[in-house]
């Protein structure tokens, strides 16, 4: 009798398992779609605004992570700290991007992405 019940234990242990791996995956799927989402408004709202230093690789950069630096754009993009600079600065002025000082640089937050990434769904996550 212990060993059936153990059985049916170890059974619901895994379902109940099974059952948030899938919620999770579910959530997850959502959130990555959505990134993806304000991904693609993001790239044509800079090529809109901001013709001059639209390109979809710099797009890009803003949303390997939820802040960008100098440095990043110099090693991602190939340009010079001043371009990458006037692309930043450029980027905020157009409220794409807003800045924070973190000792002597400027990190540079995209907010949008910042706030999708904080948000937490129904999914109990």
Known sequence: ????????NLERWVLYI?????ETSKHTLEKIRKIKDLLDLTIIEVKEKCP???SKELVEVIFENPYSKID???T???INRKTAS???MELEDKNF???I???KEKLYINGNLMDLLKTHESAGL
């Open 72 to 74: 990043y754009l110099v």
């Open 101 to 103: 000082k973190a000792g």
């Open 86 to 88: 006037k692309y930043l």
């Open 18 to 22: 099974l059952d948030g791996i899938e």
């Open 97 to 99: 991007l807003s800045h």
């Open 52 to 54: 001059k230093i639209y």
């Open 76 to 78: 991602k993009l190939g």
């Open 1 to 8: 009798m212990q060993k059936a019940r153990d059985i049916d």
